[in-house]
């Protein structure tokens, strides 16, 4: 697997990204981190093959929420083997059940603490070290 180099945030949460940026911080992991706050905006700035990044997406955005942004990214075969991680504050099993039916790699239940905000950086990470990622809650 390449090695990371852009952590995507999609979230319309700016208080929700700003915690995920500080955990980055925290956890010293050397990417860039590019933020949208919705899956359209998304769509609009990933124009080519994105290899050596991950995305992170919150269910709940306006416009264009995850589940409609998980879908249209894995119809592309730009995106399709992407990194993509659901997240969102909801921990509903049918929640979680779509988002892997729709191609998530992984339906994470958003941190309530900065210290699982480190926590999901840091499996993130793992995760392009080659590393299988551990359950986050």
């Not at 979230?11 to 990204?17: C, G, Q, S």
């Not at 955990?23 to 994105?50: C, F, M, R, T, Y």
């Not at 995850?66 to 509903?92: M, N, Q």
Request: charged share 25%.
């Amino acid at each position: 697997m390449a090695a990371i180099k852009t952590i995507y945030i999609v979230d319309d949460d700016e208080d929700w990204r700003f915690l995920v940026k500080e955990a980055i911080s925290e956890v010293g992991v050397p990417v860039d981190v590019i933020e949208a706050d919705n899956g359209q905006e998304l769509l609009k700035i990933l124009q080519d093959e994105v290899s050596d990044a991950i995305l992170v997406l919150d269910v709940n955005m306006p416009i264009m929420n995850g589940l409609e942004t998980l879908e249209a990214l894995r119809k592309s075969s730009h995106w399709s083997s992407l990194p993509i991680y659901l997240v969102s504050s909801s921990s509903s099993e049918d929640l979680a059940l779509a988002a892997r039916e729709k191609g998530a790699t992984k339906f994470i239940t958003k941190p309530t603490h900065f210290n699982k905000y480190v926590e999901l950086v840091k499996q993130l990470y793992s995760y392009y070290q080659g590393d299988t990622p551990n359950k986050v809650h």
